[in-house]
């Protein structure tokens, strides 16, 4: 199982709004709903903060958002702030197993 | 409030296997999957596989077939990790995740596997 494509870096001013992609395939994004967003500063444990593709967790900012078009899923960050500033993976579930995606760091301008 | 604890860092040399716990508290373990994630230093995440708390079905990536084995004690709500045949290639974070409907959370604080000669 490859990983999920993400680009390896974003970048946005502050208020902008920002999207990451997660490109993957028929037989995991293409195929569940099961697609989680976790946000990871430096040195620290990954936060979730979207699920099932669109869903936020209580505790996620609502400035963090989620999509999915065919085999790729999307993280959308309106209103870039500081804090925003971070490594950002995607995960799908790909039936019994799951893989993550490369990873995209966020830098605020 | 649920929260998993990890056993503490570990050097291991080339070939030995290490055995890594993680603990639950604060909710029902036998009810869950617990998942096990890496993080080679400066790398991304990588998905390890799963244990089953109540039944201890588990599945692995297909990279670590052979290598690794994950087990639990529902006595102690503890699920354990072992990977074999260690390489410089292992040497990571290895992170404990309760997970439910493929929501992976909370996590474990991590533990460092350290492999070097």
């Known amino acids: 199982q490859s990983a999920l494509t993400q680009p390896a870096s974003v970048s946005g001013s502050p208020g902008q709004s920002i999207t990451i992609s997660c490109t993957g395939t028929?037989?995991?994004?293409?195929?569940?709903?099961?697609v989680s967003w976790y946000q990871q500063h430096p040195g620290k444990v990954p936060k979730l903060i979207i699920h099932g593709v669109t869903n936020r967790p209580s505790g996620a900012s609502n400035r963090f958002s989620g999509a999915k078009s065919g085999n790729t899923a999307f993280l959308i960050i309106s209103g870039l702030q500081a804090e925003d500033e971070a490594d950002y993976y995607c995960n799908s579930y790909t039936g019994r197993t799951y893989v993550f995606g490369t990873g995209t760091k966020v830098t605020v301008l | 409030q649920v929260q998993l604890v990890q056993s503490g860092a570990e050097v291991k040399t080339p070939g030995a296997s290490v055995t890594v716990s993680c603990k639950a508290s604060?909710?029902?373990?036998?009810?869950?999957?617990i998942h096990w994630v890496r993080q080679a230093p400066g790398q991304g995440l990588e998905w390890v596989g799963w244990?089953?708390?109540?039944?201890?079905?588990?599945t692995y990536a297909q990279r670590f077939q052979g290598r690794v084995t994950m087990t639990r004690d529902t006595s102690f709500s503890t699920t354990y990790l072992e990977l074999t045949s260690l390489t410089s290639d292992d040497t990571a974070v290895y992170y404990c995740?309760?997970?439910?409907?493929?929501?992976?959370?909370?996590w474990g604080q991590g533990t460092l596997v350290t492999v070097s000669s």
């Open positions: 995740v309760r997970e439910d409907r493929g929501m992976f959370d909370p």
């Open positions: 604060g909710h029902t373990f036998a009810g869950y999957y």
């Open positions: 244990v089953k708390a109540n039944s201890g079905e588990t």
């Open positions: 028929s037989g995991d994004i293409g195929a569940y709903n099961y």
